[in-house]
């Protein structure tokens, strides 16, 4: 069992940046992969970033990609999500998933996402 905590969001103007961190407990994170997602209101669940169990395997969505970074810390049981050049349309409620992968080198793939944090609020403003 995992128990994630996302932190770190807030509200933010248009270019600005911002670190979501996720804390997970138990002692084999290392052995999970991790993704992030968003949902904006009245709008599906949006992959944004996904990465491998040991952290050297990346991937990201189409949004996402040239402007946020995702990051894990198998040593302090964390995962982050680095995001800038924000934009109003990154408005969302982010959340923190894990789970178990294929293989240490393979990025957590949506269906594969078990344990999910209660979301942290991130707002963009124009």
């Known amino acids: 069992q995992v128990q994630l905590v996302e932190s770190g969001g807030g509200l933010v103007q248009a270019g600005g940046s911002l670190s979501l961190s996720c804390a997970a407990s138990?002692?084999?994170?290392?052995?999970?992969?991790v993704a992030w997602f968003r949902q904006a209101p009245g709008k599906e669940r949006e992959f944004v970033a996904a990465?491998?169990?040991?952290?050297?395997?990346?991937r990201y969505g189409d949004s996402a990609k040239g402007r946020f970074t995702i990051s894990k810390d198998n040593a302090m049981n964390l995962g982050h999500l680095q995001m800038n050049s924000l934009k109003p349309e990154d408005t969302a409620v982010y959340y923190c998933?894990?789970?178990?992968?294929?293989?240490?080198?393979?990025?957590?793939?949506?269906?594969?996402?078990?344990?999910w944090g209660q979301g942290t609020q991130v707002t963009v403003s124009s």
């Open positions: 990465i491998s169990p040991n952290g050297g395997i990346r």
């Open positions: 998933a894990a789970g178990r992968t294929d293989s240490v080198y393979d990025p957590l793939r949506p269906h594969e996402a078990n344990y």
């Open positions: 138990g002692r084999t994170f290392s052995s999970y992969g």
